[in-house]
């Protein structure tokens, strides 16, 4: 139980297009959900937290105009990074966490814009 | 502030020792810690985690040991793998902006040769 998937695994935009990223939980109702980012050999820093029906939570730094991000059931959110430039390049890892407070993590989204 | 680093970057084992990662946490009032495995290109990986009022815990050939004294955490993996490589992060939980995050340590890539 408790798995999580994200769409697409992978994708390449140009410059200056936005692209839609996808995060489901499966088999359990996820009340909220985590964004995070990884660049190459780095960790896993928190972009924003979203709670079903409301809006999304962004830690500093973040700009919530350009990562829009909208939990609108109980089992998918959705990451629409806006405007892309090849500094967005990354790998997106989103999270769901339901009654109990541990976060199950998706496989994760490369994105690569040129 | 709060941080949760790692001691080193890299570990390289031959197949069959055990493998000790290290990480160092600042926020003396934090109380529950989660240790991930994050294969290439993939998610974190949840393999233990242990609360402030433990100081050992232990799962299948890995165990988690906790120094609140010296704000430290290790994981030891017995007999490791060739399977067994990935980055490993320690991870901390904080309250923060009204809800519980997860805050990740900087990872240490295990390399196990055969």
């Known amino acids: 139980g408790a798995v999580v998937s994200q769409h697409p695994s992978w994708v390449i935009c140009k410059s200056g297009t936005s692209v839609k990223i996808e995060c489901r939980s499966l088999?359990?109702?996820?009340?909220?959900m985590f964004w995070y980012r990884q660049f190459p050999k780095q960790s896993l820093m928190l972009m924003a937290t979203?709670?079903?029906?409301?809006?999304?939570?962004?830690e500093q730094g973040v700009e919530k105009d350009k990562f829009l991000i909208n939990h609108a059931s109980l089992t998918l959110s959705t990451l629409t990074v806006t405007s892309a430039h090849p500094e967005d390049s990354s790998f997106y890892i989103c999270?769901?966490?339901?009654?109990?407070?541990?976060?199950?993590f998706g496989p994760g989204t490369r994105l690569t814009v040129t | 502030g709060e941080s949760v680093g790692l001691h080193l970057p890299t570990l390289s084992v031959q197949e069959g020792d055990n493998s000790i990662i290290n990480c160092a946490y600042s926020?003396?009032?934090?109380?529950?810690f989660i240790w991930y495995k994050q294969e290439s290109g993939k998610g974190p990986q949840f393999i233990i985690d242990?609360?402030?009022?433990?100081d050992k815990r232990q799962g299948q050939r890995v165990t988690v040991l906790l120094n609140k004294t010296v704000k430290h955490l290790s994981l030891q993996i017995a007999a490791t793998q060739p399977g067994d490589s990935a980055v490993y992060f320690c991870?901390?939980?904080?309250?923060?902006?009204?809800?519980?995050?997860?805050?990740f340590g900087k990872g240490t890539k295990l390399t196990v040769n055969p």
């Open positions: 999270s769901a966490q339901g009654d109990i407070s541990e976060q199950y």
């Open positions: 088999d359990f109702q996820a009340t909220t």
């Open positions: 979203s709670n079903e029906g409301s809006k999304a939570t962004y």
């Open positions: 926020n003396s009032a934090s109380d529950y």
């Open positions: 242990i609360r402030s009022n433990m």
């Open positions: 991870a901390e939980k904080v309250w923060r902006g009204g809800s519980e995050k997860l805050v």
